[in-house]
């Protein structure tokens, strides 16, 4: 198709959407279709967006990702407006979000692509490094060689430690301690990054007045859960306390986990561990009493010299 008859179909397209009031048109309409055939602008938030090809013609959506759009009734007529308004507000699954024809409207399409792109995010990047120096945590790795994609195939390599991460633990990590603090960026940065600050002094805290020794807390990049056994090897502490990015929910990325073992061990499962899980601010398991938490399960790991199902057989 030549330049001049795509013109025509975009001009044709764009003055059949002033007409449906789907797009404003600022000045002339004959004029604001010159250019039109430029890539479209960017969605604008607040403030109509205008760009120098297209002076005059501006699309203005507003930020689906807003309460008042997210949580919007998108059903056409519906028989009872307070009711389905009542459902949408009593979950955060997405329901009453219309439909165009068989398909979805363009609102729940990009509140959607908006929600996954949140989750690409902290999955694909790693911790501010910043948090990190806040802390005092020095960085390892594990077996992942890859970067990100191959942490996604390859759980395995991530639940062990690289042999370079052994040597520097072995170096720099007090041997025997109560208690070990491991930071492990696991599905989610964000999550790390939204919780570190405020459970990492609950935990120091707590541990210190329970009369715990704290060990050399460090991170590890590209980490797995599994990546316990490991370090009760290395370090061999009384427990392991993994502070973790748990798996992403759609636009829902700042959820840490905390794993624990005690004394982890080569062969060690997930039913030798246990977890206090979904922490975060507004909603979640807060982060300051999820570090109270985490204290009493490490003392009565301690107390019963057990963890996972043995802990719960021996507290029964
Ligand atoms: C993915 C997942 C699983 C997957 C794990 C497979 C895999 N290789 O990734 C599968 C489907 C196997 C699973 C199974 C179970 N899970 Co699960 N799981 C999750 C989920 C959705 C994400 C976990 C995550 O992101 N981990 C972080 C990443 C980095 O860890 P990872 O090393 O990749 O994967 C390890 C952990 O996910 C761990 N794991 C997963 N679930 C559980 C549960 C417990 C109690 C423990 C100790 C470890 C554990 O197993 C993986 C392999 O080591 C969470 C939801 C959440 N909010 O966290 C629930 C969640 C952790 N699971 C839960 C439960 C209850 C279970 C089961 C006990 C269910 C059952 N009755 O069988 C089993 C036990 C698992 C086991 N390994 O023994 C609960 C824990 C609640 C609690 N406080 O105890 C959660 C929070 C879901 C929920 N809200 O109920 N799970």
Redesign the pocket.
Known sequence: MDDAKLNELVEAVVRQLIAAGAVKSAGNPAESLAGAAAPPAAPARETPATTATQPDLVIDLPDPTSPTERYKCRVNSPQDPQAIQDLIASTTARIGVGRAGPRYTTASLLLFQGDHAVTQDALYRDIDQKLLDEFGLFTVQTNITGGKEQYLLR?DLGRQLNPEAKRIINEKCVKNPNVQIVVGD??SAAAIEANLRQIFPVLRQGFQTAGLTIGTPFHIQYC???VLNDIGELIKPDVVVLL?G??PGLGRAE?M?V?MGYKPKYGDT??D???V??IFENGGTNPLEAGAFVVQIAQKMRQHQAS?VKLKLATK
């Open positions: 759980p696991g599905l797995r859960v599994g973790i748990e798996r959820s986990s794993y997930d039913a561990r246990d977890v899980c979904n996972g």
